[in-house]
């Protein structure tokens, strides 16, 4: 099992697309990094200028935790493509260059090989959101400096104290990694239906932005599914930026995205052990 997870992860990390999330997360990064570091001020005096009649704010406001929580809202929409470039391609590669028959001829069952597809694609995940934290999170604060973060919100507003932030973006970071794990399981999916890679990628890509349109609406034909769409559960990072911190929501969402996950990889299972790889 090691070894063969060994050579998975050698594959994934040999070929070119891997790199182009992280190129696509750094060039994200550093623009917004530099477009509040040349117009911050305005844009700034732009958001609060409701609050500054009502409120006396002083401060080092435009720091790296207040740009890495803009940078987050952004690119944390855009990292399930990234996701899907990689685990899109675990099952349907291997069929598309026929080598799926070969390693099925060796001592490895088939739920073994979905499992080790599944962890390599959840081990890329674990870096992606890794260099995500680093480009976003400590590159901002090397940048902008340290102060109280503002979470500006359409009604309101909420100050968090400097030495109360860093464990809420650690448990932010933290379920944006389920979240995304979500996104490979259900990319791993798709890819054993396929045999290439452009279907899943794309298929996954058309999944979560009809399901988010959906978890958006407010509508009440749609009020009575959201709570099963896991795209309703996966901003559930943010709720580490409230006060209070809405605990149960969280917690709901999280059990929510595992149960997605643990069952689009049985799924998988469940399929790719029927599958016909002879023809």
Do not use: C
């Amino acid at each position: 099992m090691r070894q063969l997870l060994q050579i998975e992860l050698f594959k994934i990390f040999k070929r070119p697309r891997t790199y182009i999330s992280f190129g696509i997360v750094t060039a994200i990064s550093l623009v917004i990094q530099l477009a509040m570091l040349t117009d911050g001020k305005s844009y700034m005096g732009f958001a609060m200028q409701g609050l500054n009649e009502q409120f006396d704010i002083h401060g080092n406001i435009i720091n790296g935790y207040f740009i890495t929580y803009i940078i987050l809202q952004s690119l944390l929409i855009q990292i399930p493509l990234l996701i899907a470039l990689v685990a899109g391609d675990t099952l349907a590669g291997e069929a598309n260059q026929g080598t799926l028959r070969l390693m099925l001829t060796k001592p490895i069952s088939r739920n073994k090989l979905v499992f080790v597809k599944f962890a390599s694609s959840f081990i890329y995940t674990v870096a992606l959101i890794i260099w995500l934290a680093i480009m976003t999170l400590f590159l901002s604060l090397l940048i902008f400096g340290k102060g109280d973060m503002i979470n500006l919100k359409s009604d309101t507003f909420i100050m968090i104290l400097q030495d109360d932030i860093m464990w809420r973006y650690a448990a932010a970071f933290g379920f944006a990694l389920l979240a995304m794990t979500t996104i490979a399981s259900l990319s791993l999916l798709l890819s054993a239906f396929a045999d290439n890679s452009i279907g899943p990628i794309i298929a996954t890509m058309g999944i979560v932005v009809v399901l988010t349109i959906l978890s958006n609406l407010d509508l009440p034909l749609f009020n009575h599914i959201k709570p099963f769409l896991f795209t309703s559960h996966m901003i559930g990072w943010k709720g580490f930026f409230d006060d209070p911190i809405p605990y149960a929501a969280i917690a709901q969402s999280a059990f929510v995205l595992v149960v997605y996950t643990v069952g689009f990889v049985a799924i998988t299972m469940l399929y790719f052990n029927k599958k016909d790889i002879k023809s």
